[in-house]
């Protein structure tokens, strides 16, 4: 991709996401998907259990705040310890962030990352209504992230890096701001199969929808590696198709992208 393919492509996923930030809580499936799963009234906590979330963790978090996204649990594989300073890589309404509050504690911190304004907000009104005074969202790119080097213990992100038109700089950045033994703790969609050509040439609505830029395993394993990260672990979880297969109904997409637990750790 050029470098305006790349704006373009920013442009798109921010469109999409700006739409699912205005939306009223539970009037809409999970975006991970084509447009018109968007249509469709659907209870998120339903489609968050699917993901892994338990039902604690779905009662903890304000109104709102779940949309319905994502394809997977980080926080069951973070392992966040009170006092540390977590940072969510496309924080959306503030989920993930808000469940990863109550484990870090008072003395902790998080801090959310989104580039679509829309959720930025929507996630600051949920802190607030929800009195999470140790969360911090910001508005910016995850390939520019403004937070300071060396400042975080744990990333964590929920099927956003495959949003990204340039990934390897999106874990430069991750690198940049973990401390030394800082650690990701990421789910997100990767490639089981070559992508037919009509869905990889696709970069509107399936790559805004989590599938047209889903990178290989051993694609993701190259960009830490040459990020400088070490004790990498990309562990596909096939009963994530369960779910999958209805993204885009019909066209049989769980036979090419799986979600994955992506694990390093800055040296």
């Excluded at 969609?189 to 990889?200: N, Q, W």
Aim: glycine content about 8%; charged content about 25%.
């Amino acid at each position: 991709m050029n470098n305006a393919s790349h704006d373009e492509i920013r442009q798109n996923v921010r469109a999409r996401y700006s739409k699912v930030a205005v939306r009223p809580s539970r009037t809409s499936t999970s975006c991970c998907a084509s447009d018109s799963c968007c249509d469709t009234p659907s209870d998120f906590n339903e489609i968050s259990a699917k993901l892994g979330y338990s039902t604690d963790e779905l009662s903890e978090v304000p109104e709102g705040a779940n949309l319905g996204l994502g394809c997977g649990n980080p926080q069951a594989i973070a392992e966040l310890q009170p006092g540390e300073v977590v940072l969510d890589l496309g924080s959306g309404g503030g989920f993930d962030c808000f469940l990863a509050s109550r484990q870090v504690g008072e003395t902790g911190k998080v801090i959310g990352v989104d580039m679509t304004p829309e959720m930025v907000s929507r996630a600051r009104s949920n802190a607030e209504k929800g009195k999470f005074t140790n969360t911090n969202f910001r508005l910016g790119e995850i390939e520019h992230l403004p937070v300071a080097d060396h400042s975080v213990n744990v990333i964590i992100s929920n099927c956003v890096i495959n949003l990204s038109p340039d990934k390897q700089q999106v874990f430069k950045e991750a690198y940049r701001v973990l401390e030394t033994g800082g650690r990701l703790a990421i789910s997100d969609i990767v490639t089981a199969a070559e992508l037919p050509v009509e869905i990889k040439n696709d970069l509107t609505e399936l790559y805004s929808g989590c599938i047209s830029g889903a990178s290989s395993i051993h694609e993701i394993e190259e960009m830490l590696h040459s990020s400088g990260f070490t004790d990498i672990s990309i562990q596909p979880k096939d009963e994530s198709k369960a779910f999958i297969k209805d993204w885009v109904p019909g066209t049989n997409i769980e036979q090419y992208i799986v979600s994955a637990v992506i694990e390093a750790v800055k040296p």
